[in-house]
Every structure is written in C-alpha cells, then in structure tokens.
C-alpha cells in the first residue's frame, strides 16, 4: 500500500525513563502501599477524564502519576527488581484508576499485564528490557497486537517481518511494541510474538471511535523490520501456560495460561465503569425532579430499585472476574496445565461478568432521563465505554459459551480464544 493510501501517523509520547523507582523503594513497597496510591489519583483521573477522551489518548500528567506509583512493576519477575504481587492486588490497584478513567484505566491495565507477557520471551530479551538499570529498575511500556498477524520471514539470526495490525492499547505511551506474526508455510503453525522499540513503528491515526476514545488504540504498520529470534515467543505456549516464564520463575502466576488472564484484565475496565456509574446515577437522582411533578427521583421506589440492582450487578461481576483469575493461577500450580475444559469454564465465566457491567450501566441510563446524554453527564461516557470495551472479541457471548459447550461435549476446541 502506498504511503499516500495510507492515514496519517501520530507520534506517541515516548518515555525517557527518568523516573524509574530504586531498588530499596521497590523492595519497601507492599501490594496496600500500591493500592492506596493509585486510589489516590482517582480524582486526578476524573479531572481529565474528558480531556483524555478529546485528545484521543491518556494524558502526560496523569500517566507521569501512574507510572509514580510503581503498578508497572508489578509482574515484573524479582529476578530483575519486580515486585511479583499477586492477582487480588493486581485488580484492587487498577479499580479505582478505571473509575476514575475507563480509557486511561485499560491502558494501564493492559500495560501492566504486558508486563508479564514480556516475562514469557526468551530470558536474553528480558535482561536487555529489564536488566542493565543500575539502582534504578527499567521496566517498557508496550501494546500487544495480534489481529490481523503480520507476517514473519525466517531469515539468519531472527526475522523479518510486515504488518499492518489493529488495536494497538497503548502504543501512545510506548517505547517497545509486542505483534503476531505468522510464518508462512511453517508445518507446525506457528504464532510468533515479535518485539521491537516503538521508533521502529508507524502509528497511524485511526482510533476514531464513538467510545473508549482516550485509549489512543491506533494501527501500527511495520515495513520489513529485522527481528533477532531472541526477540520473539510462541503464542502458543503462553496460552497454553508454558511459555518461557513458566520455565523460569517459581511464581505460578508466570505458569497461568493467557487467554483468562487477559480477559480478566481487560475486563477490569467494565467493573470500574460500572462503579463509576453507580456513583453518578446515586448523585444523580438527588438533584433530578421528575418532570410533571415536585418529587425528586431518589423518592421513587423505582429509581432505588434500579440503583441497588445496578451495584449488586457489579459487585457480582467483580467476584466473578477474582474467581476467574485466581482459579486460573491456582491451575498454573498444580502439576499439569489447565484442561480446554477448565480454560473454556473461565473465559465464558469473564464474558457474562463484562456482560453484567453492561446491563447494569444501561439500566442506570435508561432511568436517567435524556439528560444522561449530554455530553457534560459522564453516565453518557459510561455507557459509551462500556458499550465498545465490551465488544472486545474475547468478551463474545456466542463464542465463549459455544467453546463451553464443546468442551462440555468431549469435543475439540474450534478456537484458539479460550
């Protein structure tokens, strides 16, 4: 395709890690020091949480602050400084930045979940991302993009490869990028995950978008990009739970398969949304007078009945998605990888959770009145949010309990999502 078919590019901030935390701040942080900070910036992410969305990408201030509290460490292996938290702690930390922020909050989310996908490659490239710090421990910030895979040619030493790919979750705030690739004519099928610092890559400017606007999830194009095979994995394994990390780390949470792992992640977004609309709706309904009357909506029976269903709903899908999460990690410590049928329970189990949210969220507006949709209510931006984070192909209904159901059967998966 010619450069002049193509959209035009837009440049990501890309950062200059100066702001790497020691080692001694590392080791004296705990998983309720995390928490407590990233709490603390919900109000910052609600402050620019319509900025973020006009300028169709998180904002430097409010990225500068979450990088402050040290989450991106959090999957980091302790061999090079990581905290290694666990699971519970990973979703108590990036629910308050989701409602403060659906869009900025999935960029970190999914950020930090690259996190451990890069501890899955091959120990030579996460000491080169990981090691070489001094006091200060680095860590990279970079997408993950697998559709459509691009195309990797063997070569000597590594490959070369070219693609466009869609869905880029935080390349605007990248210095590396993760994208599949598949080999052509390669007997065994391989999926290769393929990385490469971000200046290698041309972000074109695509994500316009009618929600989750400020995710900034732009296309990425690569033109011939050499690869050293130390730079790549197979997706495969990291599936399955057997990719290089389960090799090489202790921790069970690096033996997890990734397909729920990811699910849950993603779907931090939709129970912070969630509450978030919780929230607006109950402050909502005590200045709202119902037309035609002087009674206030918060006296209507009716109105507190949707409220309160509304927050069961979510607390439901959120005791959903750590039932998930944690019976995905306690699997990865068991002697034998997690089954098609354990895998395919669990997906289906996070697909009804991010369904939950959305019903609930749409609940909530429809008892709002048009006025919920102006564009200075944020239950509008909620509903929008959850509207497209939901349609997130892993988070498909009919898909996910097709691939249950087989597995119910005794038969073959027909999917690699699960």
């Known amino acids: 395709m010619a450069d002049m078919e193509l959209p035009p590019t837009v440049q990501p901030a ?38 973020c969305e006009r300028e169709r990408r998180p904002i430097v201030e409010v990225w500068n602050a979450i990088r402050a509290t040290g989450c991106f460490y959090h999957f980091m292996p302790r061999k090079y400084g990581g905290l290694e938290f666990d699971v519970d702690s990973f979703l108590d930390a990036m629910l308050p930045l989701a409602e ?7 960029v970190t989310a999914f950020c930090v979940e690259h996190i451990w996908m890069l501890s899955q490659f091959p120990e030579p490239f996460q000491d080169e991302i990981f090691g070489g710090g001094g006091d200060h421990v680095p860590y990279v910030i970079a997408p993950g993009v697998t559709a459509p895979p691009g195309k990797a ?43 490469l610092p971000t200046n290698e890559v041309k972000v074109l400017d695509t994500w316009h978008i009618d929600g989750m606007e400020g995710t900034g999830s732009h296309d990425l ?10 730079r790549t994995m197979n997706m495969n394994d990291m599936r399955a739970g057997t990719g290089h990390g389960a ?13 729920p792992f990811l699910g849950v992640t993603a779907a931090i977004g939709g129970v912070g949304v969630g509450r978030a609309a919780v929230a607006a709706f109950a402050e909502q309904l005590q200045q709202r007078v119902i037309p035609g009357s002087t009674t206030r909506q918060s006296d209507k029976p009716a109105a507190q009945m949707r409220l309160a269903h509304a927050d069961v709903q979510i607390a439901t899908a959120e005791m959903l998605l ?52 102006m564009r200075g209510n944020p239950l509008q931006r909620h509903l929008r949010d959850i509207n497209v984070m939901s ?3 892993i988070y498909d209904i009919d898909a996910a309990s097709e691939l249950r159901g087989r597995a119910m059967l005794g038969m073959e998966p027909n999917s690699m999502i699960y």
């Open 100 to 106: 403060g922020c659906a869009s900025t909050g999935w």
């Open 322 to 373: 750590r039932a998930a999460v944690n019976r995905n990690v306690e699997l990865a410590a068991g002697p034998v990888p997690a089954t098609f049928e354990q895998r395919s329970f669990m997906r289906l189990q996070i697909a009804h959770a991010m369904e939950i949210c959305r019903e609930a969220i749409r609940t909530l507006v429809e008892a709002a009145g048009a006025g919920a949709h």
């Open 14 to 51: 890309i950062p200059v890690g100066d702001d790497f935390l020691t080692r001694e701040q590392l080791a004296q942080l705990t998983p309720e020091d995390l928490v407590r900070r990233t709490t603390a910036l919900k109000p910052l992410l609600q402050r620019h949480a319509a900025a």
């Open 153 to 195: 040619i063997p070569v000597d030493g590594g490959y070369r490869i070219s693609g466009r790919w869609k869905w880029g979750t935080g390349i605007m705030n990248s210095n590396w990028a993760m994208v599949a690739c598949a080999i052509p004519d390669d007997p065994e099928r391989r999926a290769l995950f393929c990385a």
């Open 221 to 230: 194009l690569i033109e011939d990009a050499f690869i050293p095979e130390y």
């Open 247 to 259: 090799r090489l780390y202790d921790n069970p949470i690096y033996r997890q398969p990734m397909t």
């Open 391 to 393: 349609n997130h192909v």
